[in-house]
């Protein structure tokens, strides 16, 4: 006989049949004897005799089933220190948001480049993020601070008021936001901050120097300052304050740069043919951009790139650009180069990748036929395609040695022969409604480019 691995042995003789291998014992399995009914377990031990057979007997169940329970677990002697731990949770997670808010805020205001964009925003963030009904911000002018800026204030009263520079000693050392009741100043400026609704004041500085004053109104619904409130409004002025020094060292290169730019113009158009012309570009330029939402952090480098595009020009012999003959192949080749040669330029004297990506790529067309690089439609940054569009009109209009000037609408007209070829279909259209405009009012006013 053999056994298989079920545990059934197999009798060959009788045909394989099959019977157990190994047959249990009477009485039961013999891993598992049986029990008696001594050893089997009793729901009536222990705690379970007084719920299910004291309790249905004798009508009563234990003292600790009537006893109240805190929801967090534990008895009700407990629950003062699970309230606790509620609250130390619900602060914990008010601080995270507003460390998260602060980040945020940060990254937003350190984005700003203009004082009064910037400012404009803190007052609204401060009404917004301190709950407050208005807010105001005074500059300092000499002995006193005037009213700049405000928000949710009547414009008109407002800026009557006029705070002494003597505060400034008694806020110099202090960052905190200070209700007016507790502020040292004169009570009829106090008065006239109160009729205006404004109840808190903080420093402005830059540096050790107090520059502005933060006024704050009543809080909405008359809500009080809690301890709180008044330490947030204090880091959102000091990261305001942060912000405005980064915006206030922009605007210093800002008024550098445009310098730079003034004479650098001069010189283009003394070395070539656009005598004039960089007003009208750039006044155009200026124009379809804003009409098809161009990104305001770079308009003012569109407008430098649309002024700088030909800065590689005043490498080119005045030979060539005055010669009233075909151009050769070769002077052609040269006078290609100058995209490649301003933004070289540009570069060197550090002005940023916007600027001189757009004058590099000025000339290239939207066909993919311009120079120097042979981009095509959107693969052109978008203020290349701008310039293209108000460069090669200006163009037209304008004599050149070898050929005359077309009059306004039929260079129009060349432009729309030509969109979606040469030039950017859509910004075509944009610069034909801006100049049906003008044909309209026939007039052709110019602006100064600094503007």
């Not at 089933?65 to 534990?74: A, C, E, K, Q, T």
């Not at 309230?83 to 948001?97: P, S």
């Not at 107090?210 to 809080?219: A, C, P």
């Not at 012309?277 to 790139?305: C, Q, T, W």
Request: hydrophobic share 35%; charged share 30%.
């Amino acid at each position: 006989d053999e056994v298989d691995p079920a545990g059934i042995e197999i009798d060959e003789e009788a045909g394989g049949a099959e019977r157990n291998a190994d047959p249990a014992p009477a009485g039961g399995n013999n891993d598992f004897p049986a029990e008696d009914e001594a050893s089997k377990p009793h729901r009536s031990d222990g705690i379970f005799s007084e719920i299910f057979d004291g309790g249905k007997k004798e009508g009563h169940l234990p003292d600790w089933i009537d006893r109240p329970v805190s929801p967090f677990g534990g008895s009700k002697e407990k629950q003062p220190q699970a309230e606790h731990n509620t609250e130390l949770n619900k602060q914990l997670k008010r601080k995270v948001l507003e460390l998260k808010t602060l980040f945020s805020i940060s990254t937003d205001f350190n984005s700003i480049r203009e004082r009064k964009k910037l400012v404009d925003i803190f007052l609204l963030t401060s009404i917004a993020q301190g709950g407050v009904e208005s807010a105001a911000f005074f500059e300092k002018d000499g002995a006193v601070f005037k009213p700049a800026f405000s928000k949710g204030l009547n414009t008109e009263t407002f800026e009557k008021i006029n705070i002494s520079g003597e505060v400034e000693q008694s806020i110099i050392y202090n960052n905190a936001v200070i209700p007016l009741d507790g502020f040292d100043m004169k009570e009829s400026e106090k008065r006239a901050l109160r009729k205006e609704g404004l109840e808190y004041i903080c420093a402005f500085r830059q540096k050790d120097e107090v520059t502005g004053l933060v006024l704050l109104g009543r809080r909405i619904a008359g809500r009080g300052m809690k301890e709180g409130d008044f330490e947030f409004l204090k880091i959102l002025v000091n990261v305001a304050q942060g912000a405005y020094e980064n915006a206030v060292m922009f605007e210093r290169e800002h008024d550098r740069t445009l310098g730079i730019v003034k004479t650098l113009i001069s010189l283009i158009e003394e070395n070539t043919l656009l005598k004039g012309s960089s007003e009208i570009v750039s006044r155009y330029v200026g124009m379809i951009a804003k009409n098809i939402d161009y990104p305001e952090d770079h308009f003012k480098d569109l407008i430098y790139g649309t002024v700088l595009r030909d800065m590689g020009m005043i490498k080119v012999s005045d030979l060539i650009l005055r010669s009233p003959r075909e151009l050769t192949k070769e002077e052609w080749e040269i006078i290609k180069r100058h995209p490649e040669d301003g933004a070289d330029m540009l570069r060197r004297m550090k002005f940023n990748d916007h600027v001189v990506e757009i004058v590099r790529a000025h000339h290239e067309r939207f066909n993919g036929e311009g120079y120097p690089l042979g981009l095509r439609g959107k693969e052109i940054p978008v203020g290349a395609r701008i310039i293209s569009v108000v460069e090669s009109y200006a163009a037209m209009i304008n004599e050149r040695p070898n050929r005359p000037a077309l009059n306004e609408k039929e260079a129009l007209k060349t432009l729309k022969e030509n969109y979606g070829l040469r030039y950017d279909r859509e910004l075509v259209l944009q610069f034909a409604k801006i100049m049906e405009k003008e044909f309209a009012k026939s007039v052709k006013p110019q602006q100064p480019v600094a503007q």
